[in-house]
T-cell receptor
Framework: DQQVKQNSPSLSVQEGRISILNCDYT??????FLWYKKYPAEGPTFLIS?????DKNEDGRFTVFLNKSAKHLSLHIVPSQPGDSAVYFC????????FGTGTSLTVIP | DSGVTQTPKHLITATGQRVTLRCSPR?????VYWYQQSLDQGLQFLIQ???????AKGNILERFSAQQFPDLHSELNLSSLELGDSALYFC??????????????FGEGSRLTVL
């Protein structure tokens, strides 16, 4: 049973525009959410996180929004750059980390 | 460089065989996690160890086993291999057992191909 879902396998965005990656979860007991970025032939690397007591966390061009009532998480990248092209994994922490299936972002120059 | 080291990076073997994947966590990290990523799949949690003890278990097959040694490195043993075991196996480490205070640091993965 997939407790964290990323329903969009891929996303293409023009350079300079906003990229919005979405994530849904099923367990209301999750208390910590994270986004990881993965380049080919590398392991995932931490990007940004948010605690369940917050609804927004910003770090430079990256902002994560949390809507607990909808059990929905999103990552906004503004402005998008070609180097942002990667697979993005959403993760939630309860008693362990649960990962989504990833969204492959392509930023077109 | 995450500080997490996994060996081997690539491994090709035949069905029915047994392999061992090795992971050295970041210096100071006590928790080690193993994840499996199959084609078009997310990161499936297999098992977690904290300071030598099994902490949490995910969807790990009975043919698979793991352990964490006193020096904190960990090994994932995969036996009676099947074609479907072909995947990328990631090790990750964190400072605390829950990991909630921070994030997981991932190694580059071990790509297993079973022919």
């Amino acid at each position: 049973d997939q407790q964290v879902k990323q329903n969009s396998p891929s996303l293409s965005v023009q350079e300079g525009r906003i990229s919005i990656l979405n994530c849904d979860y099923t367990n209301s007991m999750f208390d910590y959410f994270l986004w990881y970025k993965k380049y080919p032939a590398e392991g995932p690397t931490f990007l940004i996180s948010i605690s369940s007591i917050k609804d927004k966390n910003e770090d430079g061009r990256f902002t994560v929004f949390l809507n607990k009532s909808a059990k929905h998480l999103s990552l906004h990248i503004v402005p998008s750059q070609p180097g942002d092209s990667a697979v993005y994994f959403c993760a939630a922490f309860g008693n362990q980390f649960y990962f989504g299936t990833g969204t492959s972002l392509t930023v077109i120059p | 460089d995450s500080g997490v080291t996994q060996t081997p990076k690539h491994l090709i073997t035949a069905t029915g065989q047994r392999v061992t994947l090795r992971c050295s966590p970041r210096s100071g990290d006590l928790s080690v996690y193993w994840y499996q990523q199959s084609l078009d799949q997310g990161l499936q949690f297999l098992i977690q160890y904290y300071n030598g003890e099994e902490r949490a278990k995910g969807n790990i097959l009975e043919r698979f086993s793991a352990q964490q040694f006193p020096d904190l490195h960990s090994e994932l043993n995969l036996s009676s291999l099947e074609l479907g075991d072909s995947a990328l196996y990631f090790c990750a480490s964190s400072v605390d057992p829950g990991g909630a205070a921070g994030e997981l640091f991932f190694g580059e993965g071990s790509r297993l191909t079973v022919l």
